[in-house]
């Protein structure tokens, strides 16, 4: 299915068949209205929010933490982090179990949370990757690619398969990323890459797809693996990188 | 009183591709997204009680008065 509509049913916390009507709606548009419905979603209940990110800066951090798992759950805490102080927020992250925060991500609009999620010790950010990826939640894995630094995205992804990576790569946010991602990874990702769609019909369109974004250089690193490739793959693929 | 519209919540026009869809499909996107809302807003009131429980006694009042309750 169509990650857009994936996403998109991920925020409005409804099947994603539900949404089948939107197959034939343009991307971009589909993006746009996902923003939109991200944004009146958060928006929505605003000053409850507020109030609740002010009144945690009167308790301790580990209490802010344990209501948070008990009470709050991952959806609300995902609301109001966009709303606490950094380093108050970092300080309580720190003490939530990796599960959690991986439920706290998938709900998590990242561009509000910039500031917080860079600053999560790597060693947390690498747990949660390893839960994210347990679940398969690619979405969420996807999502964060474009917001966390380098070297902290480069041990992530190292967690991750190679249908992972592709399946990641296919929901990415920001495509433009894609190439860039790959320069973080060894010089033998991309080859696994194209060997673990060569062996997975189901990870055809998530290969094309990354081929598509590749830069002038790692395309010319592709053309002498697509031998490996089957028929029906390689044309498509050699179709797509010239 | 009616129930507003897609465009009405989101508070602008909606994406051409959106726009362009039968008026059932936006219905449902219409549905759908106050459904979100309202789950959202009973959740909070739900949890602004409930986590008094773990507030220690001595702050209590301070909580209350900062979250409005």
Same mark, same amino acid.
């Given at each position: 299915?169509?990650?857009?509509?994936?996403?998109?049913?991920?925020?409005?916390?409804?099947?994603?068949?539900?949404?089948?009507?939107?197959?034939?709606?343009?991307?971009?548009?589909?993006?746009?209205?996902?923003?939109?419905?991200?944004?009146?979603?958060?928006?929505?209940?605003?000053?409850?929010?507020?109030?609740?990110?002010?009144?945690?800066?009167?308790?301790?951090?580990?209490?802010?933490?344990?209501?948070?798992?008990?009470?709050?759950g991952p959806l609300l805490c995902a609301r109001i982090a966009a709303l606490v102080d950094v380093w108050r927020g970092v300080d309580v992250a720190k003490r939530l179990s990796p599960e959690f925060l991986a439920s706290v991500a998938a709900e998590l609009d990242p561009r509000r949370a910039?500031?917080?999620?860079?600053?999560?010790?790597?060693?947390?950010?690498?747990?949660?990757?390893?839960?994210?990826?347990?679940?398969?939640?690619?979405?969420?894995?996807?999502?964060?690619?474009?917001?966390?630094?380098?070297?902290?995205?480069?041990?992530?992804?190292?967690?991750?398969?190679?249908?992972?990576?592709?399946?990641?790569?296919?929901?990415?946010?920001?495509?433009?990323?894609?190439?860039?991602?790959?320069?973080?990874?060894?010089?033998?990702?991309?080859?696994?890459?194209?060997?673990?769609?060569?062996?997975?019909?189901?990870?055809?369109?998530?290969?094309?797809?990354?081929?598509?974004?590749?830069?002038?250089?790692?395309?010319?690193?592709?053309?002498?693996?697509?031998?490996?490739?089957?028929?029906?793959?390689?044309?498509?693929?050699?179709?797509?990188?010239? | 009183?009616?129930?507003?519209?897609?465009?009405?919540?989101?508070?602008?026009? %909606?994406?051409?591709?959106? *726009?362009?869809?039968?008026?059932?499909?936006?219905?449902? !996107?219409?549905? +759908?997204? @106050?459904? #979100?809302?309202?789950?959202?807003?009973?959740? %909070?009131?739900?949890?602004? *009680?409930?986590?008094?429980?773990?507030?220690?006694?001595? !702050?209590?009042? +301070?909580? @209350?008065? #900062?979250?409005?309750?």
């Amino acid at each position: 299915m169509n990650p857009e509509i994936l996403k998109l049913a991920r925020v409005l916390d409804v099947e994603p068949e539900r949404l089948g009507y939107l197959s034939d709606v343009d991307v971009a548009d589909l993006q746009l209205f996902r923003e939109q419905v991200t944004t009146t979603l958060f928006d929505a209940n605003l000053v409850v929010l507020e109030r609740m990110a002010l009144a945690s800066r009167l308790l301790p951090a580990p209490v802010v933490a344990k209501i948070a798992e008990k009470v709050f759950g991952p959806l609300l805490c995902a609301r109001i982090a966009a709303l606490v102080d950094v380093w108050r927020g970092v300080d309580v992250a720190k003490r939530l179990s990796p599960e959690f925060l991986a439920s706290v991500a998938a709900e998590l609009d990242p561009r509000r949370a910039t500031a917080i999620i860079t600053r999560i010790p790597l060693d947390t950010v690498v747990a949660v990757a390893k839960e994210l990826t347990r679940r398969a939640d690619w979405i969420t894995l996807g999502r964060f690619v474009g917001h966390l630094p380098d070297p902290t995205v480069r041990r992530s992804l190292d967690l991750v398969g190679d249908a992972g990576l592709l399946r990641t790569a296919y929901v990415l946010d920001d495509k433009s990323r894609i190439d860039h991602v790959l320069g973080l990874l060894p010089e033998d990702r991309l080859p696994r890459l194209i060997r673990a769609a060569a062996a997975d019909e189901t990870l055809w369109e998530p290969a094309l797809d990354v081929l598509a974004h590749l830069g002038k250089a790692r395309r010319a690193a592709v053309v002498p693996l697509l031998g490996e490739l089957p028929d029906g793959l390689r044309s498509r693929a050699q179709a797509t990188i010239n | 009183m009616a129930e507003r519209t897609l465009a009405e919540q989101l508070g602008g026009p %909606l994406p051409e591709g959106i *726009e362009a869809l039968p008026e059932e499909a936006r219905l449902d !996107l219409a549905a +759908a997204l @106050r459904d #979100a809302r309202h789950r959202q807003a009973k959740a %909070l009131a739900k949890a602004g *009680e409930d986590s008094l429980k773990y507030v220690p006694a001595v !702050l209590r009042g +301070a909580v @209350r008065k #900062a979250v409005g309750l």
